[in-house]
């Protein structure tokens, strides 16, 4: 996959992993990572697997990330803005973002 060339338009400063990251604005999340050579989003609850973008139109969540603290966002669906910072989802986050106890090695699950 490739990027078609394009040198118009304004650009916005992000980051990824902690690394600063130019996009164009109006890019998706996971457009933007993509052009900059970034194809491991997430790590399975399960095995640990690497995940990237998929189906780049929010059916398969293969692209779920952190944003901005904010666990289980698809990079697929959200543009870039200025300033948001991103990270690998790493397993399983509930609802609230909170890694998921089970993701984690604990035994025991609630019967």
Not at 8 to 14: A, C, K, L, W
Not at 53 to 79: T, Y
Request: aromatic share 6%; glycine share 10%; charged share 25%.
């Amino acid at each position: 996959m490739r990027r078609l060339p394009r040198d118009d338009g304004p650009r916005v400063r992000m980051e990824f992993e902690g690394q600063p990251l130019l996009a164009y604005a109006g890019d998706t999340v996971a457009a933007a990572l993509l052009a900059g050579n970034h194809w491991n989003f997430r790590a399975t609850p399960v095995s640990g697997a690497s995940r990237g973008p998929f189906c780049m139109m929010g059916v398969c969540f293969d692209c779920l990330v952190e944003i901005d603290g904010v666990a289980n966002r698809q990079a697929c669906m959200i543009e870039v803005r200025d300033g948001m910072r991103v990270k690998r989802q790493l397993g399983a986050s509930d609802i609230d973002g909170e890694a998921d106890p089970f993701a984690q090695g604990e035994q025991d699950a609630p019967s």
